[in-house]
T-cell receptor, first 115, second 113 residues
């Protein structure tokens, strides 16, 4: 079965530090990849997605992610974090088997940005 | 456009009872999926509905069921509630079954006592 690994469960950074959150998946076929963010007290929001094309995708709020097919990875990056980036970040994968929109999520990374 | 809406937002039930949760997708979206979010298991896929038919199903017992109406609104039902069913239940909608982006609602937080 498909699995998604997020290796960093809790990350604490100071404002202006750079961020990289790891995401690896196990499925060997074609996938759609997503990063979602859940701010405190808010619902899951789409940060960015990769379907095809340029493996470097840009999302909202200055986030970007790079799809490396050979490494089954889709790491999230931001050059300079802000206090308002404090949230939980989820990587999600949809196997393209013609079977609809079933997302497999990683366990999430809780990011705390300190002033 | 209004986002995905879910009702009720909070619910308290006791073991053995049943519960029905409701989800209205984004206007024009025809696919609705349900997920369970718990601290221990994270986000897990329950099922997906499209054109009033269940198209995908996760690894949950038969106590968990759902349906979709002709206007794409969806309900999920959990019968014979157990303490472990306490969770945030999230609904997500997408345009179609064509492996697209899902947009999530705020969730219904269910507490089973």
């Amino acid at each position: 079965a498909q699995s998604v690994s997020q290796h960093n469960h809790h990350v604490i950074l100071s404002e202006a530090a750079s961020l990289e959150l790891g995401c690896n998946y196990s499925y060997g076929g074609t996938v759609n990849l997503f990063w979602y963010v859940q701010y405190p007290g808010q619902h899951l929001q789409l940060l960015l997605k990769y379907f095809s094309g340029d493996p470097l995708v840009k999302g909202i709020k200055g986030f970007e992610a790079e799809f490396i097919k050979s490494k089954f990875s889709f790491n999230l990056r931001k050059p300079s974090v802000q206090w308002s980036d404090t949230a939980e970040y989820f990587c999600a994968v949809n196997e393209l088997t013609g079977g609809g929109n079933k997302l497999t999520f990683g366990t999430g990374t809780q990011l705390k940005v300190e002033l | 456009k209004a986002g995905v809406t879910q009702t009720p937002r909070y619910l308290i039930k006791t073991r053995g009872q049943q519960v029905t949760l409701s989800c209205s997708p984004i206007s024009g979206h025809r696919s609705v999926s349900w997920y369970q979010q718990t601290p221990g298991q994270g986000l897990q896929f329950l099922f997906e509905y499209f054109s009033e038919t269940q198209r995908n199903k996760g690894n949950f017992p038969g106590r968990f069921s759902g349906r979709q109406f002709s206007n794409s609104r969806s309900e999920m039902n959990v019968s014979t509630l157990e303490l472990g069913d306490s969770a945030l239940y999230l609904c997500a909608s997408s345009l179609s079954l064509a492996e697209e982006t899902q947009y999530f609602g705020p969730g219904t937080r269910l507490l089973v006592l």
